[in-house]
C-alpha cells in the first residue's frame, strides 16, 4: 500500500509563525510536524509516500529529501496553481496505482491505520474516511452514517443550526485508484466541497470508519499550543526524545542546567541549550535545539523553537517564539503574545496579551507594545454574530479596532471597489464611521459616506448606486448600550458567511492590503440618499388612494434616528400623525404632536412604552398605532382596538401585504414563522420560500428588490396602509381573516462544546419522524410542529412550537426541552 501526504498548506492562521516556514515544518516537540506522519505511515508498512506541495515547498525537500535518512521514499508532486486537496492528490495519479492512504502533513494523530485498512477492505468501497468526535464541529466537515457505516450525509464547517453530528472528517482517507475517474487532472477540485459532494448525490458507496486515539488539526495558534500540552500530559502515543530526568522533564542531548535553576515538570528541553542559575522553567515549556536561559530568567506555558536567547531576569507567560530571537534583560511577554523568527526585544520592554511580532521585528529598550508591530490577532470564538459583530462602545469596539476590521474588510474586496458606509446619528457611532472609512480608504477602498441613516437606508443604497457592498454603524440601546456593525454585499443583503470568514481571518492575521498612499481610495458624501429612499418607497404604493383616506396614527419611535424618515415619508402620504418620540437615554420619554412639530407631555413612570402607544391609540381614536426600533428594521404594530400584534401575526401581515399588491408574488420566511403563512400565500396565489433563521437567508429570496419587506419597517408599514386603502378595511379586520394559531418559544441554555453532541443524539433518535432539517431539526405532529436550533450568539438551544392551542404549544416544546435536558446530564455522567 502506498500513501499521499497532502503538505501544501500555506497555514495563514498560524502567522506569523509560518511566513518563513511551511505548516508541515513547524516543530512540534522539536520535530517538524510532518515528520510525525511519516512515522505513523512507517510504523504501518507504508514507506511508498507520494508529497504534494505548493507553499515554500524547497524547504520540505530540503529537509526530508528522498527519505533515506527516515527509512522512507518520497516523491514529490509540487502544484504550480492551486488544485485543492483532491485536484493535488490527482497529480500524483500515476504513482498511487494501488490502495492508498491521503493523509495531511499538518495533523498529529496516532490512530490505528491497520484497522482503518481493515474496515476498508471489509466494505470494498472506493474511499473510507476516517472520523472522529469533537466538542466543536463547526470547522470540520460533519457525518452521519447508517448501520452498515455507509456516510448518508456530509456538510463541512456548519454553522451552529445546520450542525446535526459531533463526529467530523479527520481530512485522513483510505482510497482506490479508481476514484481519480470521478475528476479531471489540473482542475481545482476539493474533497469536501466537491468529491464527496459528488459521491453522495451519485449515490457511490462512501463509508466512514471511527477511529479511536488522538487526533489534533493545528489550524491556529490555540491548538499549536495545546498539542504540545497534551503530549506532555500523554494523550497521545509518540515517543519523546531525550532523557526522562525527574518526574516528567525530558532533556536533549548536550544541555546544561544549573543546580541553582529550578524545572517543574512536565517540561521538554531539546538539544544542545544553556540553563542558568536561578533560571525557573515552570510546566508545559517546551523548546528546541541551542536555547540560552539567562539567569532569573522565568518561563511558564511558553514554547521556544531554535537558537534564541532570553536575559536575566525576563519573564515568559504563555507565549511561542520562533527562532534566532533575542529578548534582552527584564522583557516581559504575556500570555498569547507571538514572536515570529529573527525578532529583538530591548531592555525592559513588554509585550502585553496577544500581540505579534512578524519576522525580523524590533522593540526599543523600556517600550511597552500592546498592538502588533504588523498588528495584533484576537483570539477567542468568532466575531461575527447572526447580524454583524457587536460590542461594548469604546471597550470591545474601539476606533483602532474599527479601523483594523474597516481594513480587513478592504483587504477581501479587490482595489477600486467601492463601498457604501453610514451610521445612526449617535456621536460615537459617526466617529466609528470616520474610522471606518479610513480603514477603506488605506487599501484602496472607494468610499461612499451616505451620512447618518438606517440599515434600509443603507440596503437601499447599495443598490441604487451599484456599489460592491455596504457597512453600517450603529448603536443598540438594550438591557447595555452596545455598537452593532454591520456588512452588506452587493445585493443590500447581509454579507454571506463566506464573506464573514474572511474579514475575521483577515482580522485575526491581521496582513492588511497597505496600497501606496497615492492609490488611495477615493471618498464620496451623499446624505441626499435618505430622501430619495423616501420617494422610492412612496412610488411603491397607490399614493393618492392614501392620503384621500387621510389615516391618523400613533407612531412610537426614535426622535433623533428616524424623524428625518418617517416625517416625511408620513406626510407624502397624507397621515396625521401622533408621536411618542423617544429622546436619547435607555428610558424612553414621551412627547405629542402632529406631523410638523412635538409637544413635550409627562408620563407615567414605569409605563410600558408598547402599552403607553396602545392605550394613545385608543385614546385618540386612531386607525393603528407603530413602534419602530431605532434602527428602522423592527416594527410592532396596535389595532385600532389597541390590541398590541405578535411577531408572528406582523409577519402574516407582512406576506398579505406583499402578496396582495403587484410589488411581488414570492415572499421568504424562516423555518420559525408560523405554517399559516402558506395557507395566506395560498389564497394571495403567491409564493413562500421557507429559509434558514439568518436574516441573510431569508433576504436571499427577493436580494434584487429594493426593500427587503421584514427587514424594512417603514416600507411594511407603508405596504400595510396600501392593504387597508385598497380593501377599505381596519386592521382588526384583515387580523381576523388570518387563521389562529398558538406558538411557544423557550431557550435552554447549554454550552458551546455540547451542542454538536446532543444534536447529533437528536438526529439519531428523531429519525423515524417527519423532520425538517432546512435548519436545526423541525418535527412535524400530527397537533402542529416544534423546531430545535442552536442560538448563533450565545449558547444555547431554542425550541419553537406551534399548535392550535397555547396549551399544546407549550405541551410541544417543554416536551422536548426535556428531551435535551437528559442527553446534557448523560453528557455530564460520561
Not at 347 to 372: A, C, F, G, H, I
Request: with cysteine.
Amino acid at each position: 500500500m502506498k500513501a499521499v501526504i497532502m503538505a501544501g498548506g500555506k497555514g495563514s492562521r498560524l502567522r506569523p509563525l509560518t511566513c518563513t516556514l511551511p505548516k508541515p515544518m513547524m516543530p512540534v516537540m522539536n520535530k517538524p510536524l510532518m515528520l510525525y506522519t511519516i512515522e505513523l505511515l512507517k510504523k504501518y508498512g507504508i514507506t511508498d509516500i507520494a508529497v504534494t506541495l505548493q507553499h515554500l515547498p524547497k524547504r520540505i525537500e530540503d529537509y526530508f529529501g528522498e527519505g533515506e535518512e527516515f527509512g522512507v521514499n518520497l516523491t514529490y508532486f509540487e502544484e504550480h496553481i492551486p488544485l485543492g486537496t483532491a485536484g493535488g492528490v490527482r497529480n500524483a495519479a500515476d504513482f498511487l496505482d494501488e490502495t492508498f492512504v491521503v493523509i495531511s502533513g499538518d495533523a498529529l494523530t496516532d490512530f490505528d491505520l491497520k484497522k482503518a485498512l481493515d474496515f476498508h477492505r471489509e466494505k470494498k468501497g472506493m474511499c473510507t474516511l476516517l472520523l472522529t468526535r469533537v466538542d466543536n464541529p463547526l470547522e470540520f466537515g460533519v457525518c452521519t452514517l447508517d448501520g452498515n457505516n455507509r456516510i448518508t450525509r456530509y456538510l463541512e464547517k456548519p454553522g451552529w443550526g445546520e450542525v446535526f453530528s459531533d463526529t467530523v472528517n479527520t481530512g485522513i482517507y483510505i482510497m482506490e485508484p479508481e476514484i481519480f475517474d470521478l475528476y479531471p487532472q489540473e482542475t481545482f477540485f476539493d474533497y469536501s466541497r466537491d468529491l464527496f459532494p459528488l459521491m453522495l448525490e451519485k449515490d457511490i458507496p462512501l463509508y466512514g470508519f471511527t477511529a479511536r486515539g488522538y487526533w489534533s488539526d493545528i489550524g491556529d495558534l490555540g491548538q499549536y499550543r495545546q498539542t504540545h500540552m497534551d503530549i506532555l500530559q500523554g494523550k497521545i502515543d509518540v515517543p519523546l526524545e531525550g532523557t526522562k530526568m525527574g518526574k516528567d522533564i525530558w532533556v536533549g542531548e548536550n544541555t546544561r542546567i544549573d543546580p541553582q535553576a529550578e524545572v517543574k515538570g512536565p517540561i521538554f528541553v531539546g538539544n544542545n541549550c544553556t540553563i542558568k542559575n536561578k533560571a525557573v522553567l515552570e510546566e508545559y515549556t517546551v523548546m528546541g535545539d541551542n536555547n540560552t536561559i539567562e539567569e532569573g530568567a522565568t518561563l511558564k506555558r511558553s514554547l521556544l523553537w531554535n537558537h534564541n536567547y532570553v536575559g536575566p531576569q525576563a519573564e515568559l507567560r504563555g507565549t511561542i517564539i520562533g527562532s534566532q530571537c533575542v529578548l534582552k534583560a527584564k522583557a516581559t511577554l504575556l500570555e498569547g503574545s507571538i514572536v515570529a523568527d529573527h525578532c529583538s526585544l530591548g531592555v525592559n520592554s513588554t509585550l502585553e496579551p496577544d500581540v505579534k511580532l512578524w519576522p525580523r521585528k524590533k522593540v526599543e529598550d523600556n517600550s511597552t507594545v500592546n498592538t502588533s508591530l504588523v498588528w495584533r490577532e484576537k483570539v477567542g470564538r468568532h466575531y461575527f454574530g447572526l447580524s454583524g459583530i457587536w460590542g461594548i462602545p469604546n471597550v470591545e469596539i474601539t476606533p483602532e479596532f474599527v479601523v483594523k476590521l474597516a481594513a480587513a474588510y478592504g483587504t477581501v474586496l479587490e482595489p477600486g471597489m467601492e463601498i457604501a458606509v453610514s451610521s445612526d446619528r449617535d456621536d460615537f457611532a459617526q466617529v466609528l464611521k470616520r474610522a471606518f472609512c479610513a480603514g477603506l480608504l488605506s487599501t484602496g477602498i472607494n468610499t461612499v459616506d451616505i451620512g447618518t441613516a438606517t440599515a434600509p437606508v443603507n440596503r437601499y443604497a447599495v443598490r441604487v448606486l451599484s456599489v460592491q457592498g455596504g457597512a453600517h454603524i450603529r448603536l443598540v440601546e438594550e438591557e447595555d448600550f452596545k455598537i452593532m456593525i454591520e456588512f452588506l454585499d452587493e445585493y443590500g443583503i447581509n454579507a454571506p458567511r463566506g464573506w464573514e470568514r474572511k474579514i475575521e481571518n483577515s482580522l485575526q492575521q491581521e496582513e492588511f492590503r497597505r496600497v501606496n498612499f497615492k492609490k488611495m481610495g477615493e471618498f464620496k458624501y451623499m446624505p441626499q440618499l435618505t430622501d430619495a429612499y423616501v420617494e422610492r418607497i412612496v412610488r411603491t404604493v397607490q399614493a393618492d388612494l392614501l392620503r384621500r383616506k387621510y389615516y391618523r396614527l400613533v407612531v412610537d419611535y426614535d426622535y433623533d434616528n428616524l424623524s428625518s424618515l418617517i416625517m416625511p415619508l408620513l406626510e407624502k402620504l397624507g397621515c396625521q400623525v401622533i408621536s411618542l418620540t423617544r429622546q436619547e437615554g435607555p428610558a424612553p420619554t414621551y412627547t405629542k404632536g402632529g406631523v410638523t412639530g412635538r409637544q413635550a407631555v409627562s408620563g407615567t413612570k414605569g409605563t410600558n412604552p408598547l402599552q403607553a402607544l396602545a392605550d394613545s391609540v385608543v385614546r385618540s381614536n386612531a386607525d393603528l398605532g407603530v413602534s419602530i426600533d431605532r434602527n428602522g428594521e423592527r416594527i410592532t404594530l396596535v389595532t385600532e382596538k389597541g390590541e398590541i400584534l405578535s411577531n408572528e401575526i406582523k409577519t402574516a401581515l407582512n406576506v398579505i401585504s406583499v402578496l396582495s399588491s403587484s410589488q411581488q408574488k414570492k415572499v421568504g420566511a424562516p423555518v420559525s414563522a408560523p405554517s399559516v403563512i402558506e395557507k395566506l400565500a395560498e389564497k394571495y396565489k403567491g409564493e413562500v420560500v421557507r429559509t434558514r433563521v439568518s436574516p441573510r437567508s431569508v433576504m436571499e429570496v427577493v436580494r434584487d428588490n429594493y426593500f427587503q419587506l421584514h427587514f424594512d419597517a417603514l416600507y411594511s408599514l407603508v405596504l400595510l396602509l396600501d392593504h387597508l386603502a385598497r380593501r377599505d378595511m381596519r386592521l382588526s379586520q384583515v387580523v381576523d381573516e388570518i387563521p389562529s394559531f398558538s406558538m411557544y418559544r423557550l431557550s435552554l441554555p447549554t454550552s458551546w462544546s455540547e451542542i454538536g453532541r446532543i444534536m447529533g443524539k437528536l438526529f439519531d433518535e428523531l429519525k423515524d419522524q417527519k423532520v425538517e432539517t432546512i435548519d436545526g431539526i423541525k418535527i412535524f405532529h400530527q397537533k402542529g410542529w416544534t423546531l430545535i436550533i442552536p442560538d448563533a450568539n450565545e449558547p444555547a438551544f431554542n425550541i419553537i412550537s406551534e399548535s392550535s392551542s397555547p396549551e399544546e404549544a407549550k405541551k410541544l416544546a417543554s416536551h422536548y426541552a426535556d428531551m435535551i435536558k437528559e442527553l446534557q446530564a448523560e453528557g455530564g455522567n460520561g
